[in-house]
């Protein structure tokens, strides 16, 4: 536990070699080492760990990471044209100004007894994300949208007694190596094809995949390539012909201007709460939904907590407090529960719902009417410069769209580091991660970006490509 030149570790409590014997003495050990005497000695690291020497104060240790995040480039001053799971959109200041209120802030945990108005601000969450995507029943938010889709996943598990979900091939990896991840090995995850042209789901491949052990069909709309599945009621139908639960992944701004998915049979809907009022942070920001029909078979299988409102023992006094508590990991059960659900996100659960209280329904129509003007006004701009395809997929899309590079002689990694030299964040890469999207990249366009933005986007690609 020392540090060269030092008595005791400056960052470390009770490291003083006296605090630390007194400490031993009292547990009844000789050594720190003892503390690990459970561990097989092949797996102790016998040798120093090659970390640079400890920063001698506070002063110099801020210096020293402050340097550091120097070295980022922030879309600060930036057109950023990047999503892919973490959205630019407009935080209003009241967002930020709600979130930060300490009792809001640091309350990590509580009962009623000790509640500053907490469990309302959940509830009210709740009731808000409920109306929007036409469901009853929301839970607090899981860690972020692969979270609550691969609970979704592992619900309907569950509820069916099955073992297998089919997933679309187009599917975000990062979203489902968590799923998978979260998922073994109770559940696999089989994927289903697509149609080149469109990005749809292939529904004769969908057909061969179900059977009796498909415990559910998740899809996402809009997809992760921007596109709409336009087939939710028949792949809906062809789940349930077979028992199946269906689950679509949903970003809740498009549901200003589009159906939710209840509209077309979905029996649990899930998405990120990120785009609705939260700004964009590096790991972090992120904030997972899951929502469904008020029926015991669906809330007894939430490992999360929900809130819901009841009488008290005063006459006509109203409080807010958990739904079926003893069903959750910290609540009776234990190791028993559903899921473990350990430290979670309900902060940004109630700055989502102060943005949408915000918003209100016309708010929310009129951004997703901008978000879907501005992303084909993007499409058409960029579908002018000779060698690119401003959208890799035919039909209807929102917010992101896969721009073709194919034809321009020039890969994606040369043409978005030209484009950053201009101060332009270029959408992600796809080449590494699916083979069929090679020299194509994925871009969003959301309200923060104007005519203009876009054009200048255009502009810089159309130069860059024919310069060469």
Known sequence: MSVKGFKHHPYIPNSAPEVQEEMLRDIGLKTLEDLHSEVPEELKLKINMNLP???PSEIELRRHVEGILQKNVSTRGKLNFLGAGCWQHQVPAVCDEI???????????????????????LFEYQSLVAELVDMEVVNVPTMDWAQAAATSMRMAGRITGRKEVLVPELMDQNKLSVAKNYCDPHLKLLPVGYHPETGQLDLEDLKKKL???????????PSFFGFLEEQGDAISRLAKEQGAIFIVGVDPISLGILASPAHYGADIICGDLQPLGIHMHYGGGLSGFIATRDEEEYVMQYPSRLFGIAPT?????YGFGDVAYDRTSFGDLREDANEYVGTQTALWGITAGVYLSLMGPEGMRELGETVLQLSRYAIHQIDQIPGVVGSRFSGSGFKEFVVDFNDTGQTVADIHEKLLKEGIFGGKDLSREYPDMDQCALYCVTEVHTRSDIDRLASSIKSIVTEG
């Open 99 to 121: 979130s930060s209120r300490g009792e809001f802030l640091t309350g990590y945990a509580g009962e009623p007894y000790n509640d500053h108005g907490r469990f309302q601000s």
């Open 313 to 317: 023992s005063k006459e006509g006094e």
């Open 53 to 55: 020497p400890a920063l």
């Open 211 to 221: 059977s009796a052990e498909t415990a559910a069909v998740y899809i996402e709309n």
